[in-house]
């Protein structure tokens, strides 16, 4: 599941995990996911080479594409008849090219031995001539640099002396297509592979190092060289462990840097000024791993990827905004704010376990945040260096031939739509069940065998659980809902094959007794955690579950009675969308009570939404609210009206390209629907259960693409739902 995703299942009778005999845990339970409206989606062609390339790049003009193939040949395709019409023999082996404004192509050649140096190899295709610059001898690439034009290049090398085995890092800056070498550095730091790049007109080098020089290992920064001296002109510490990839904006004013925090693992971008590296500021994102950052094809947007989610950054105002999930290969369109990205395999079987190992695809634009189309290209899937677009809508990416020692590319045309809708019913013989099953499909839909962080919560009353989706979302968790005395088969099996690093309980022993504490650590052998976090009452609960893993100093919560569930239930997809809590009051009052009062203040909550109308969060409770921070109120006529403004407030109707349906008449299968929702940003509709309201019919109905997730079985949402029937 991705990050930020919240999962909840429903809890009832325990053995053993790890050490225990496969006999004890018990067997999957059948698989309940069920297509029940196919989507047609545009798929790639594919077409024979002679040989794998291992990238492809297109020419300015289209009219020819480059194939690199990890050998010395370098093959020239024509993207219209998509055969091979030229053959260009490199002076040694190449597997990846930089394709400059002049036309030429630049890259890293050898291994880097005595008897086979490293070089950089500038080839004129319009030729075949091709220039090579030779690096230090004994040394292994470990970067390459190139301005635009193609006038300057850096070689980030490696070497080891084989007495002392010590490394020595240096960093060679020449003119590619003379061949002449204008300096070389010693550094002692580790360039990263992707981690430089040089300015427009060349004269400064930035690099990520993993230590700063002279300082011990572990620290790391970014480099600005001086391309003509090789004089390092400033540094900037960076907070980030594996500091990755280097970008500069298109004003070349600022430079971007993405690493791996070591204090929360999570993937941020450092902005400094160009060229003297002062701290503009630092973007977290939500990923678990270092991101790679690219400029969309107008330069209107800097792409970071690489993790559980695609965020979009405006290089001058620095807003972010996330476009899609987790991804891989994503290519910018050239002279465009969109992007195609491909996403990881995706389940399109009833079976849980059998997955579609082809990727999916869609074009996002960067600029707008929307969903343009969608694909399913039939590939497994390729990395952003390896694709390419030539001109607006095709894409060609490179993959394996059946044939021994052949390849193939793919082409997808971006101009097809897709059509209908896929609708995916998610149902099992009970709530826990439903809800396991549920969890199933958001962790493999997400490629992922591990949860960080399983909230068990009680399927019997509600009232603790609802706090609990927008903190297992903030914390990438799940949540499995129990019996008060035991844990259901479905989840043992769950936890068996999807192994939690934690299990928080929800709630306290009046609603999960002891004995499934004490069953769930029987069951992890002592090698997980298992917590309880509780209070009083469902409101200090509520309070409690904030605390522990929102931390102190909130800004902006949510609010909605403890006292019945559909106003909470309507809160939580969008305050996991904005990654924020939802805190539960006792609705009924005349005025607020002091302990919610005194907490709020406590975290210097500075904004306050209420969802629900007077009758569920009374005027006086609400003016208690507004005497310590402003106050908005989100409410309709009716819960799904509620619904509905709720999740307007924060998705954008016309761009949300998933939704997912529960019934309002219940809250069982609700509880199970944020897990699914989150990681893939979309609203969590409460609907009644024959009939979707007119509005929200009409346009699913007339948004192909969509792709729509019911929650329980047709007692609590009916056949006609999935057909869209209106009321």
């Given at each position: 599941m991705a990050a930020g995703a919240a999962a909840l299942l429903l809890v009832a009778g325990v053995t053993a995990l790890g050490a225990a005999p496969a006999s004890a845990a018990p067997a999957p339970a059948a698989p309940t996911s069920s297509a029940e409206t196919s989507t047609t989606y545009p798929t790639a062609s594919r077409h024979a080479l002679p040989i794998e390339p291992t990238q492809l790049l297109a020419s300015h003009d289209g009219s020819v594409i480059y194939a690199p193939t990890g050998t010395t040949r370098l093959l020239v395709i024509d993207p219209k008849t998509i055969e091979v019409i030229r053959t260009i023999t490199l002076p040694d082996v190449v597997s990846t090219l930089r394709l400059t404004s002049t036309g030429h192509l630049v890259g890293l050649a050898g291994s880097g031995t005595a008897a086979d140096p490293e070089t950089v190899v500038d080839v004129d295709p319009s030729?075949?001539?091709?220039?090579?610059?030779?690096?230090?001898?004994?040394?292994?690439?470990?970067?390459?640099?190139?301005?635009?034009?193609?006038?300057?290049?850096?070689?980030?090398?490696?070497?080891?002396?084989?007495?002392?085995?010590?490394?020595?890092?240096?960093?060679?800056?020449?003119?590619?297509?003379?061949?002449?070498?204008?300096?070389?550095?010693?550094?002692?730091?580790?360039?990263?592979?992707?981690?430089?790049?040089?300015?427009?007109?060349?004269?400064t080098l930035y690099g990520a190092a993993r230590f700063m020089p002279g300082e011990a290992s572990g620290d790391s920064a970014l480099l600005a060289m001086d391309s003509t001296s090789g004089a390092v002109t400033a540094t900037a510490a960076l907070s980030g462990i594996v500091p990755s990839n280097v970008l500069v904006s298109p004003d070349g004013s600022r430079v971007f840097v993405s690493s791996l925090n070591e204090s929360n693992n999570l993937s941020e971008v450092g902005v400094f000024t160009a060229p003297g590296l002062r701290p503009v500021s630092t973007i977290t994102l939500r990923d678990t791993q270092e991101d790679v950052l690219q400029e969309t094809g107008d330069g209107s947007r800097i792409i970071a990827s690489g993790g559980y989610d695609v965020t979009s950054i405006d290089p001058t105002t620095l807003a972010t905004s996330t476009i899609g999930g987790i991804a891989e290969g994503v290519v910018p369109i050239p002279g465009s704010s969109k992007v195609y990205f491909g996403n990881p395999p995706r389940i399109n079987d009833p079976d849980p376990y059998a997955v579609d190992w082809s990727s999916f695809g869609e074009v996002e634009d960067a600029a707008a945040g929307k969903t343009v189309s969608m694909y399913h290209p039939g590939a497994d899937g390729f990395l952003a260096d390896e694709a390419v677009i030539v001109g607006d809508h095709d894409l060609y990416f490179p993959g394996p031939s059946a044939t021994s020692g052949q390849g193939d590319i793919d082409h997808l045309d971006l101009n097809e739509g897709y059509s209908q809708v896929a609708v995916s019913r998610h149902a099992g013989p009970d709530r826990y069940t439903t809800a396991v099953d549920v969890a199933e499909y958001a962790a493999l839909d997400a490629n992922s065998r591990r949860t960080s962080t399983l909230f068990l919560v009680s399927g019997e009353e509600y009232p603790d659980a609802l706090s609990a989706g927008p903190v297992a979302s903030h914390e990438g968790g799940q949540v499995l809902l129990t019996t008060k005395t035991t844990l259901p088969n479905a989840v043992i099996s769950y936890i068996t094959h999807f192994i939690p690093h934690k299990i928080v309980i929800v709630g306290s022993t009046a609603s999960i007794s002891q004995h499934v504490a004490d069953e769930a650590k029987t069951l992890t052998h002592g090698h997980i955690p298992v917590e309880r976090v509780a209070g009083a009452d469902r409101y200090a609960t509520s309070r409690a579950l904030v605390t522990d893993f929102f931390g102190s100093r909130l800004k902006h919560v949510w609010i909605a009675t403890g006292r019945d569930f559909p106003d909470a239930l309507a809160t939580v997809s969008a305050a996991s969308f904005k990654n924020e809590p939802l805190i539960l009051v006792d609705g009924s009052r005349s005025t607020l009570d002091s302990t919610t009062a005194a907490y709020l203040r406590h975290e210097g909550v500075t904004s306050i939404t209420v969802v629900g109308s007077e009758s569920s969060v009374s005027t006086g409770v609400a003016q208690g609210l507004a005497s310590i921070a402003p106050v908005a109120r989100i409410s309709g006529s009716d819960r799904y009206e509620t619904s509905k403004a709720g999740n307007d407030s924060v998705f954008p109707r016309a761009t949300t390209a998933t939704a997912v349906l529960t019934?309002?008449?219940?809250?069982?299968?609700?509880?199970?629907?944020?897990?699914?929702?989150?990681?893939?940003?979309?609203?969590?509709?409460?609907?009644?259960?024959?009939?979707?309201?007119?509005?929200?019919?009409?346009?699913?109905?007339?948004?192909?693409?969509?792709?729509?997730?019911?929650?329980?079985?047709?007692?609590?949402?009916?056949?006609?739902?999935?057909?869209?029937?209106?009321?």
């Amino acid at each position: 599941m991705a990050a930020g995703a919240a999962a909840l299942l429903l809890v009832a009778g325990v053995t053993a995990l790890g050490a225990a005999p496969a006999s004890a845990a018990p067997a999957p339970a059948a698989p309940t996911s069920s297509a029940e409206t196919s989507t047609t989606y545009p798929t790639a062609s594919r077409h024979a080479l002679p040989i794998e390339p291992t990238q492809l790049l297109a020419s300015h003009d289209g009219s020819v594409i480059y194939a690199p193939t990890g050998t010395t040949r370098l093959l020239v395709i024509d993207p219209k008849t998509i055969e091979v019409i030229r053959t260009i023999t490199l002076p040694d082996v190449v597997s990846t090219l930089r394709l400059t404004s002049t036309g030429h192509l630049v890259g890293l050649a050898g291994s880097g031995t005595a008897a086979d140096p490293e070089t950089v190899v500038d080839v004129d295709p319009s030729t075949g001539v091709s220039t090579t610059t030779a690096l230090p001898t004994g040394a292994a690439h470990n970067g390459l640099a190139v301005t635009p034009d193609g006038s300057t290049a850096a070689a980030a090398t490696l070497s080891e002396d084989a007495t002392t085995k010590a490394y020595t890092f240096e960093v060679t800056i020449l003119h590619p297509a003379s061949g002449a070498v204008i300096t070389t550095r010693s550094v002692s730091a580790a360039v990263n592979p992707n981690g430089m790049t040089l300015s427009v007109d060349g004269s400064t080098l930035y690099g990520a190092a993993r230590f700063m020089p002279g300082e011990a290992s572990g620290d790391s920064a970014l480099l600005a060289m001086d391309s003509t001296s090789g004089a390092v002109t400033a540094t900037a510490a960076l907070s980030g462990i594996v500091p990755s990839n280097v970008l500069v904006s298109p004003d070349g004013s600022r430079v971007f840097v993405s690493s791996l925090n070591e204090s929360n693992n999570l993937s941020e971008v450092g902005v400094f000024t160009a060229p003297g590296l002062r701290p503009v500021s630092t973007i977290t994102l939500r990923d678990t791993q270092e991101d790679v950052l690219q400029e969309t094809g107008d330069g209107s947007r800097i792409i970071a990827s690489g993790g559980y989610d695609v965020t979009s950054i405006d290089p001058t105002t620095l807003a972010t905004s996330t476009i899609g999930g987790i991804a891989e290969g994503v290519v910018p369109i050239p002279g465009s704010s969109k992007v195609y990205f491909g996403n990881p395999p995706r389940i399109n079987d009833p079976d849980p376990y059998a997955v579609d190992w082809s990727s999916f695809g869609e074009v996002e634009d960067a600029a707008a945040g929307k969903t343009v189309s969608m694909y399913h290209p039939g590939a497994d899937g390729f990395l952003a260096d390896e694709a390419v677009i030539v001109g607006d809508h095709d894409l060609y990416f490179p993959g394996p031939s059946a044939t021994s020692g052949q390849g193939d590319i793919d082409h997808l045309d971006l101009n097809e739509g897709y059509s209908q809708v896929a609708v995916s019913r998610h149902a099992g013989p009970d709530r826990y069940t439903t809800a396991v099953d549920v969890a199933e499909y958001a962790a493999l839909d997400a490629n992922s065998r591990r949860t960080s962080t399983l909230f068990l919560v009680s399927g019997e009353e509600y009232p603790d659980a609802l706090s609990a989706g927008p903190v297992a979302s903030h914390e990438g968790g799940q949540v499995l809902l129990t019996t008060k005395t035991t844990l259901p088969n479905a989840v043992i099996s769950y936890i068996t094959h999807f192994i939690p690093h934690k299990i928080v309980i929800v709630g306290s022993t009046a609603s999960i007794s002891q004995h499934v504490a004490d069953e769930a650590k029987t069951l992890t052998h002592g090698h997980i955690p298992v917590e309880r976090v509780a209070g009083a009452d469902r409101y200090a609960t509520s309070r409690a579950l904030v605390t522990d893993f929102f931390g102190s100093r909130l800004k902006h919560v949510w609010i909605a009675t403890g006292r019945d569930f559909p106003d909470a239930l309507a809160t939580v997809s969008a305050a996991s969308f904005k990654n924020e809590p939802l805190i539960l009051v006792d609705g009924s009052r005349s005025t607020l009570d002091s302990t919610t009062a005194a907490y709020l203040r406590h975290e210097g909550v500075t904004s306050i939404t209420v969802v629900g109308s007077e009758s569920s969060v009374s005027t006086g409770v609400a003016q208690g609210l507004a005497s310590i921070a402003p106050v908005a109120r989100i409410s309709g006529s009716d819960r799904y009206e509620t619904s509905k403004a709720g999740n307007d407030s924060v998705f954008p109707r016309a761009t949300t390209a998933t939704a997912v349906l529960t019934t309002g008449e219940g809250w069982a299968d609700a509880l199970a629907g944020d897990q699914l929702a989150a990681p893939l940003h979309s609203p969590m509709e409460l609907v009644p259960p024959t009939c979707l309201p007119d509005d929200f019919a009409e346009q699913l109905s007339a948004h192909p693409g969509v792709n729509v997730h019911l929650l329980g079985g047709t007692p609590s949402l009916s056949t006609e739902i999935a057909n869209f029937a209106a009321c």
